[in-house]
């Protein structure tokens, strides 16, 4: 199993500047992701980190727009970069402790962008 | 490639039975079901591999067809507890979960 802690829990920011949500995972895994969840929507994969390389990431979402950071087996950032109000979502750090078993979630970040 | 799922909400009452249906595009290595209530992260329920195996947990239950690229959760005799979103996870060859649509289930009493 594994226990994730993820801040903020959630903000409200203005258009224009950047937030850079955490997630620290209580064991070393190989595999972290990031999702977004939009107002009454499903997950939607924004991208692997990866652990001492660049990020992998899913048809429509840029790293210019959402860097992420993974220094380490137990860490990982991502930012949200020039936001619009577009960007108003649930963002979930989820990690995979045992490859093609089950993931664990955060409690996701819940962000608004006036 | 994200997986269909159908209904997309459903109302039952306590006792009563659902079932929730899965399908994807694309070959399948193995289909997961979450339940996500509202305002909390999705918690994980189930792994179905290929195989067509049925798979059971207390009186929720899943099957996967790998030919017909789909899968469909059973939940008998509900509890008000069921109540929630249950998303379907597909794993195509990319190794990476993809959620379904999502099926919104209230249960009365």
């Known amino acids: 199993s594994a226990v994730i802690s993820q801040k903020p829990s959630r903000d409200i920011c203005q258009r224009g500047t950047s937030l850079t949500i955490q997630c620290q995972v209580d064991?070393?895994?190989?595999?972290m992701f990031w999702y977004r969840q939009q107002p009454g929507q499903s997950l939607t994969l924004i991208a692997t980190a990866n652990q001492g390389s660049e990020a992998t990431y899913e048809s429509g979402f840029v790293i210019d727009k959402f860097p992420i950071s993974r220094p380490n087996l137990t860490f990982s950032t991502l930012t949200v970069s020039n936001m619009s109000p577009e960007d108003s979502s649930i963002y979930l750090c989820s990690v995979e402790p045992d490859r093609g078993e089950k993931l664990f979630f955060g409690s996701g970040t819940q962000l608004s962008v006036l | 490639q994200q997986p269909v799922q159908s209904p997309q909400a459903v109302i039952l009452r306590e006792g009563e039975d659902a079932v929730i249906n899965c399908s994807s595009s694309k070959a399948l290595y193995s289909v997961h079901w979450y339940r996500q209530k509202h305002g909390e992260a999705p918690v994980f329920l189930m792994i179905?591999?290929?195989?067509?195996e049925q798979k059971g947990h207390e009186k929720i239950s899943a099957s996967f067809n790998e030919k017909k690229q789909q899968s469909s959760l059973y939940l008998t005799a509900s509890q008000l507890s069921y109540s929630g979103t249950y998303f379907c996870g597909t794993v195509t060859g990319a190794n990476n979960l993809f959620f379904g649509t999502g099926t919104r289930l209230t249960v009365i009493p």
């Open positions: 064991s070393q895994v190989t595999m």
């Open positions: 179905l591999l290929k195989g067509g």
